[in-house]
T-cell receptor, first 118, second 115 residues
């Protein structure tokens, strides 16, 4: 138990569906991340939120839409995905510093949501 | 920009033997380095980190890592491997841009411990 919970653990969707992935952290952290892990490819950073503000959007297609309503919850809304979007989507959190401070802490990951797009 | 290399895709070791998983990095300034492990169909679990201080860092499950500034390396080690150590291992460095908010991960090394 890492303190970061992702639901659902498995999701199968068609290319025309709309679905959402949910992440919740119980660690009191204020930075949250979405990563994509595909077979035989390095871990790809998708989005970063610090203090609920998006600070990184790593050239992610608009069919992926993040939402961070508060510092404990992070969503990834999925719409008209492609089969190549099938992957393990990992959520993580860390304790960000206030502005001007360098974050040296580790990331805490959830178990991931395995997405299959048909 | 920071980068991490893991030169071996796969490492095989017999149970009871020492293991080493290699990592080299490229950063500007002092590095903040991390090791993570991933078991099948699971998320990444933190093992250990180097921020400053002693070059030999001890972590979870009997793992340790040695920071070598002159060789820009941060190799993961364990004196006696277990079959249960078989997993995917990632080295990572904190990107100091954007106040260190972002991690840069290596491609991963698959460790197989043979009984």
């Amino acid at each position: 138990e890492t303190g970061v919970t992702q639901t659902p653990r498995h999701l199968v969707m068609g290319m025309t569906n709309k679905k959402s992935l949910k992440c919740e952290q119980h660690l009191g952290h204020n930075a949250m991340y979405w990563y994509k892990q595909s077979a035989k490819k390095p871990l790809e950073l998708m989005f970063v939120y610090n203090f609920k503000e998006q600070t990184e959007n790593n050239s992610v297609p608009s069919r992926f839409s993040p939402e961070c309503p508060n510092s404990s919850h992070l969503f990834l809304h999925l719409h008209t995905l492609q089969p190549e979007d099938s992957a393990l989507y990992l959520c993580a959190s860390s304790q960000a510093q206030a502005s001007g401070g360098l974050n040296t802490g580790e990331l805490f990951f959830g178990e991931g949501s395995r997405l299959t797009v048909l | 920009a920071q980068s991490v290399a893991q030169p071996e895709d796969q490492v095989n070791v017999a149970e009871g033997n020492p293991l080493t998983v290699k990592c080299t990095y490229s950063v500007s300034g002092n590095p903040y380095l991390f090791w993570y492990v991933q078991y099948p169909n699971r998320g990444l679990q933190f093992l250990l980190k180097y921020i400053t201080g002693d070059n030999l860092v001890k972590g979870s499950y009997g793992f340790e890592a040695e920071f070598n500034k002159s060789q820009t390396s941060f190799h993961l080690k364990k004196p006696s491997a277990l079959v249960s150590d078989s997993a995917l291992y990632f080295c990572a460095v904190r990107d100091k841009d954007n106040y260190g908010q972002n991690f840069v991960f290596g491609p991963g090394t698959r460790l197989s411990v043979l009984p």
